[in-house]
């Protein structure tokens, strides 16, 4: 069964904290992004990457950076974790052809105290 | 550019209902569209597709056909149940595979 893992379900860091967020996938897919999803607000935009060493900015990039250097691993950094990054954090992959759905983790529910 | 809008929720069935989720979209070129579902506590997980113009995607009594005429994508299902309780997300892939996402439908069935 294919999967994309997030490496924690719940966390929970102090502000200023830097705090990483990992994602693996076992599909050998090109494409990885990571989401914030808040309520009323749907699912944002963070980073996303379609090579190793590759990452564009999406729609809310401010307070985050990621690394991607291998395929199968796409990591957030929340450089200062503030109070307004408490989210829940959801990462995806996709492989590079057009018209294929995203694979989802199971997400990461992150509380900044 | 792209985007996805779809109705408000939270929306409450009785179970046995129909069920009706609005999706339209505005968007360049010819996409495809997808629908996700997205059950407590748990991550998106793709229920269904269509990738050209008359499309009809179909996954576990789900329905939605891909209107270019009315640039619609609207979830149906004849008989909805508790199970189904989840937030719904309609979705079109543009350029390079990148999604947009809708804001979510939270549906709730009731015994």
């Known amino acids: 069964d294919v999967k994309v893992t997030q490496s924690s379900r719940y966390l929970v860091k102090r502000t200023g904290e830097k705090v990483f967020l990992e994602c693996v996938q076992d599909?050998?897919?090109?494409?990885m992004f990571w989401y914030r999803q808040d309520p009323g607000l749907g699912l944002r935009l963070i980073y996303f990457?379609?090579?190793?060493?590759?990452?564009e900015k999406g729609d809310i990039p401010e307070g985050y950076s990621v690394s991607r250097e291998k395929k199968e691993r796409f990591s957030l950094i929340l450089e200062s974790a503030s109070t307004n990054q408490t989210s829940m954090y959801l990462c995806?992959?996709?492989?590079?052809?057009?018209?294929?759905?995203?694979?989802f983790g199971s997400g990461t529910r992150l509380t900044v105290v | 550019g792209n985007s996805v809008t779809q109705m408000e929720g939270p929306v409450t069935l009785s179970e046995e209902a129909f069920l009706t989720i609005n999706c339209t979209y505005t968007a360049t070129g010819y996409p495809s569209l997808f629908w996700y579902v997205q059950y407590p506590g748990e991550g998106l997980q793709l229920l269904l597709k269509?990738?050209?113009?008359?499309d009809k995607g179909s996954n576990k009594g789900f329905e939605a056909t891909y209107r270019k005429e009315t640039t619609s994508f609207h979830l149906e299902k004849g008989s909805v149940q508790v199970s189904d309780s989840a937030v719904y997300f309609c979705?079109?892939?543009?350029?390079?595979?990148?999604?947009?996402f809708g804001t979510g439908t939270s549906l709730t069935v009731i015994p």
């Open positions: 269509a990738t050209k113009a008359d």
């Open positions: 599909m050998d897919h090109e494409n």
């Open positions: 979705a079109l892939s543009g350029s390079f595979n990148q999604f947009y």
């Open positions: 995806a992959s996709s492989p590079a052809r057009d018209n294929y759905g995203y694979t």
């Open positions: 990457s379609y090579d190793v060493k590759m990452k």
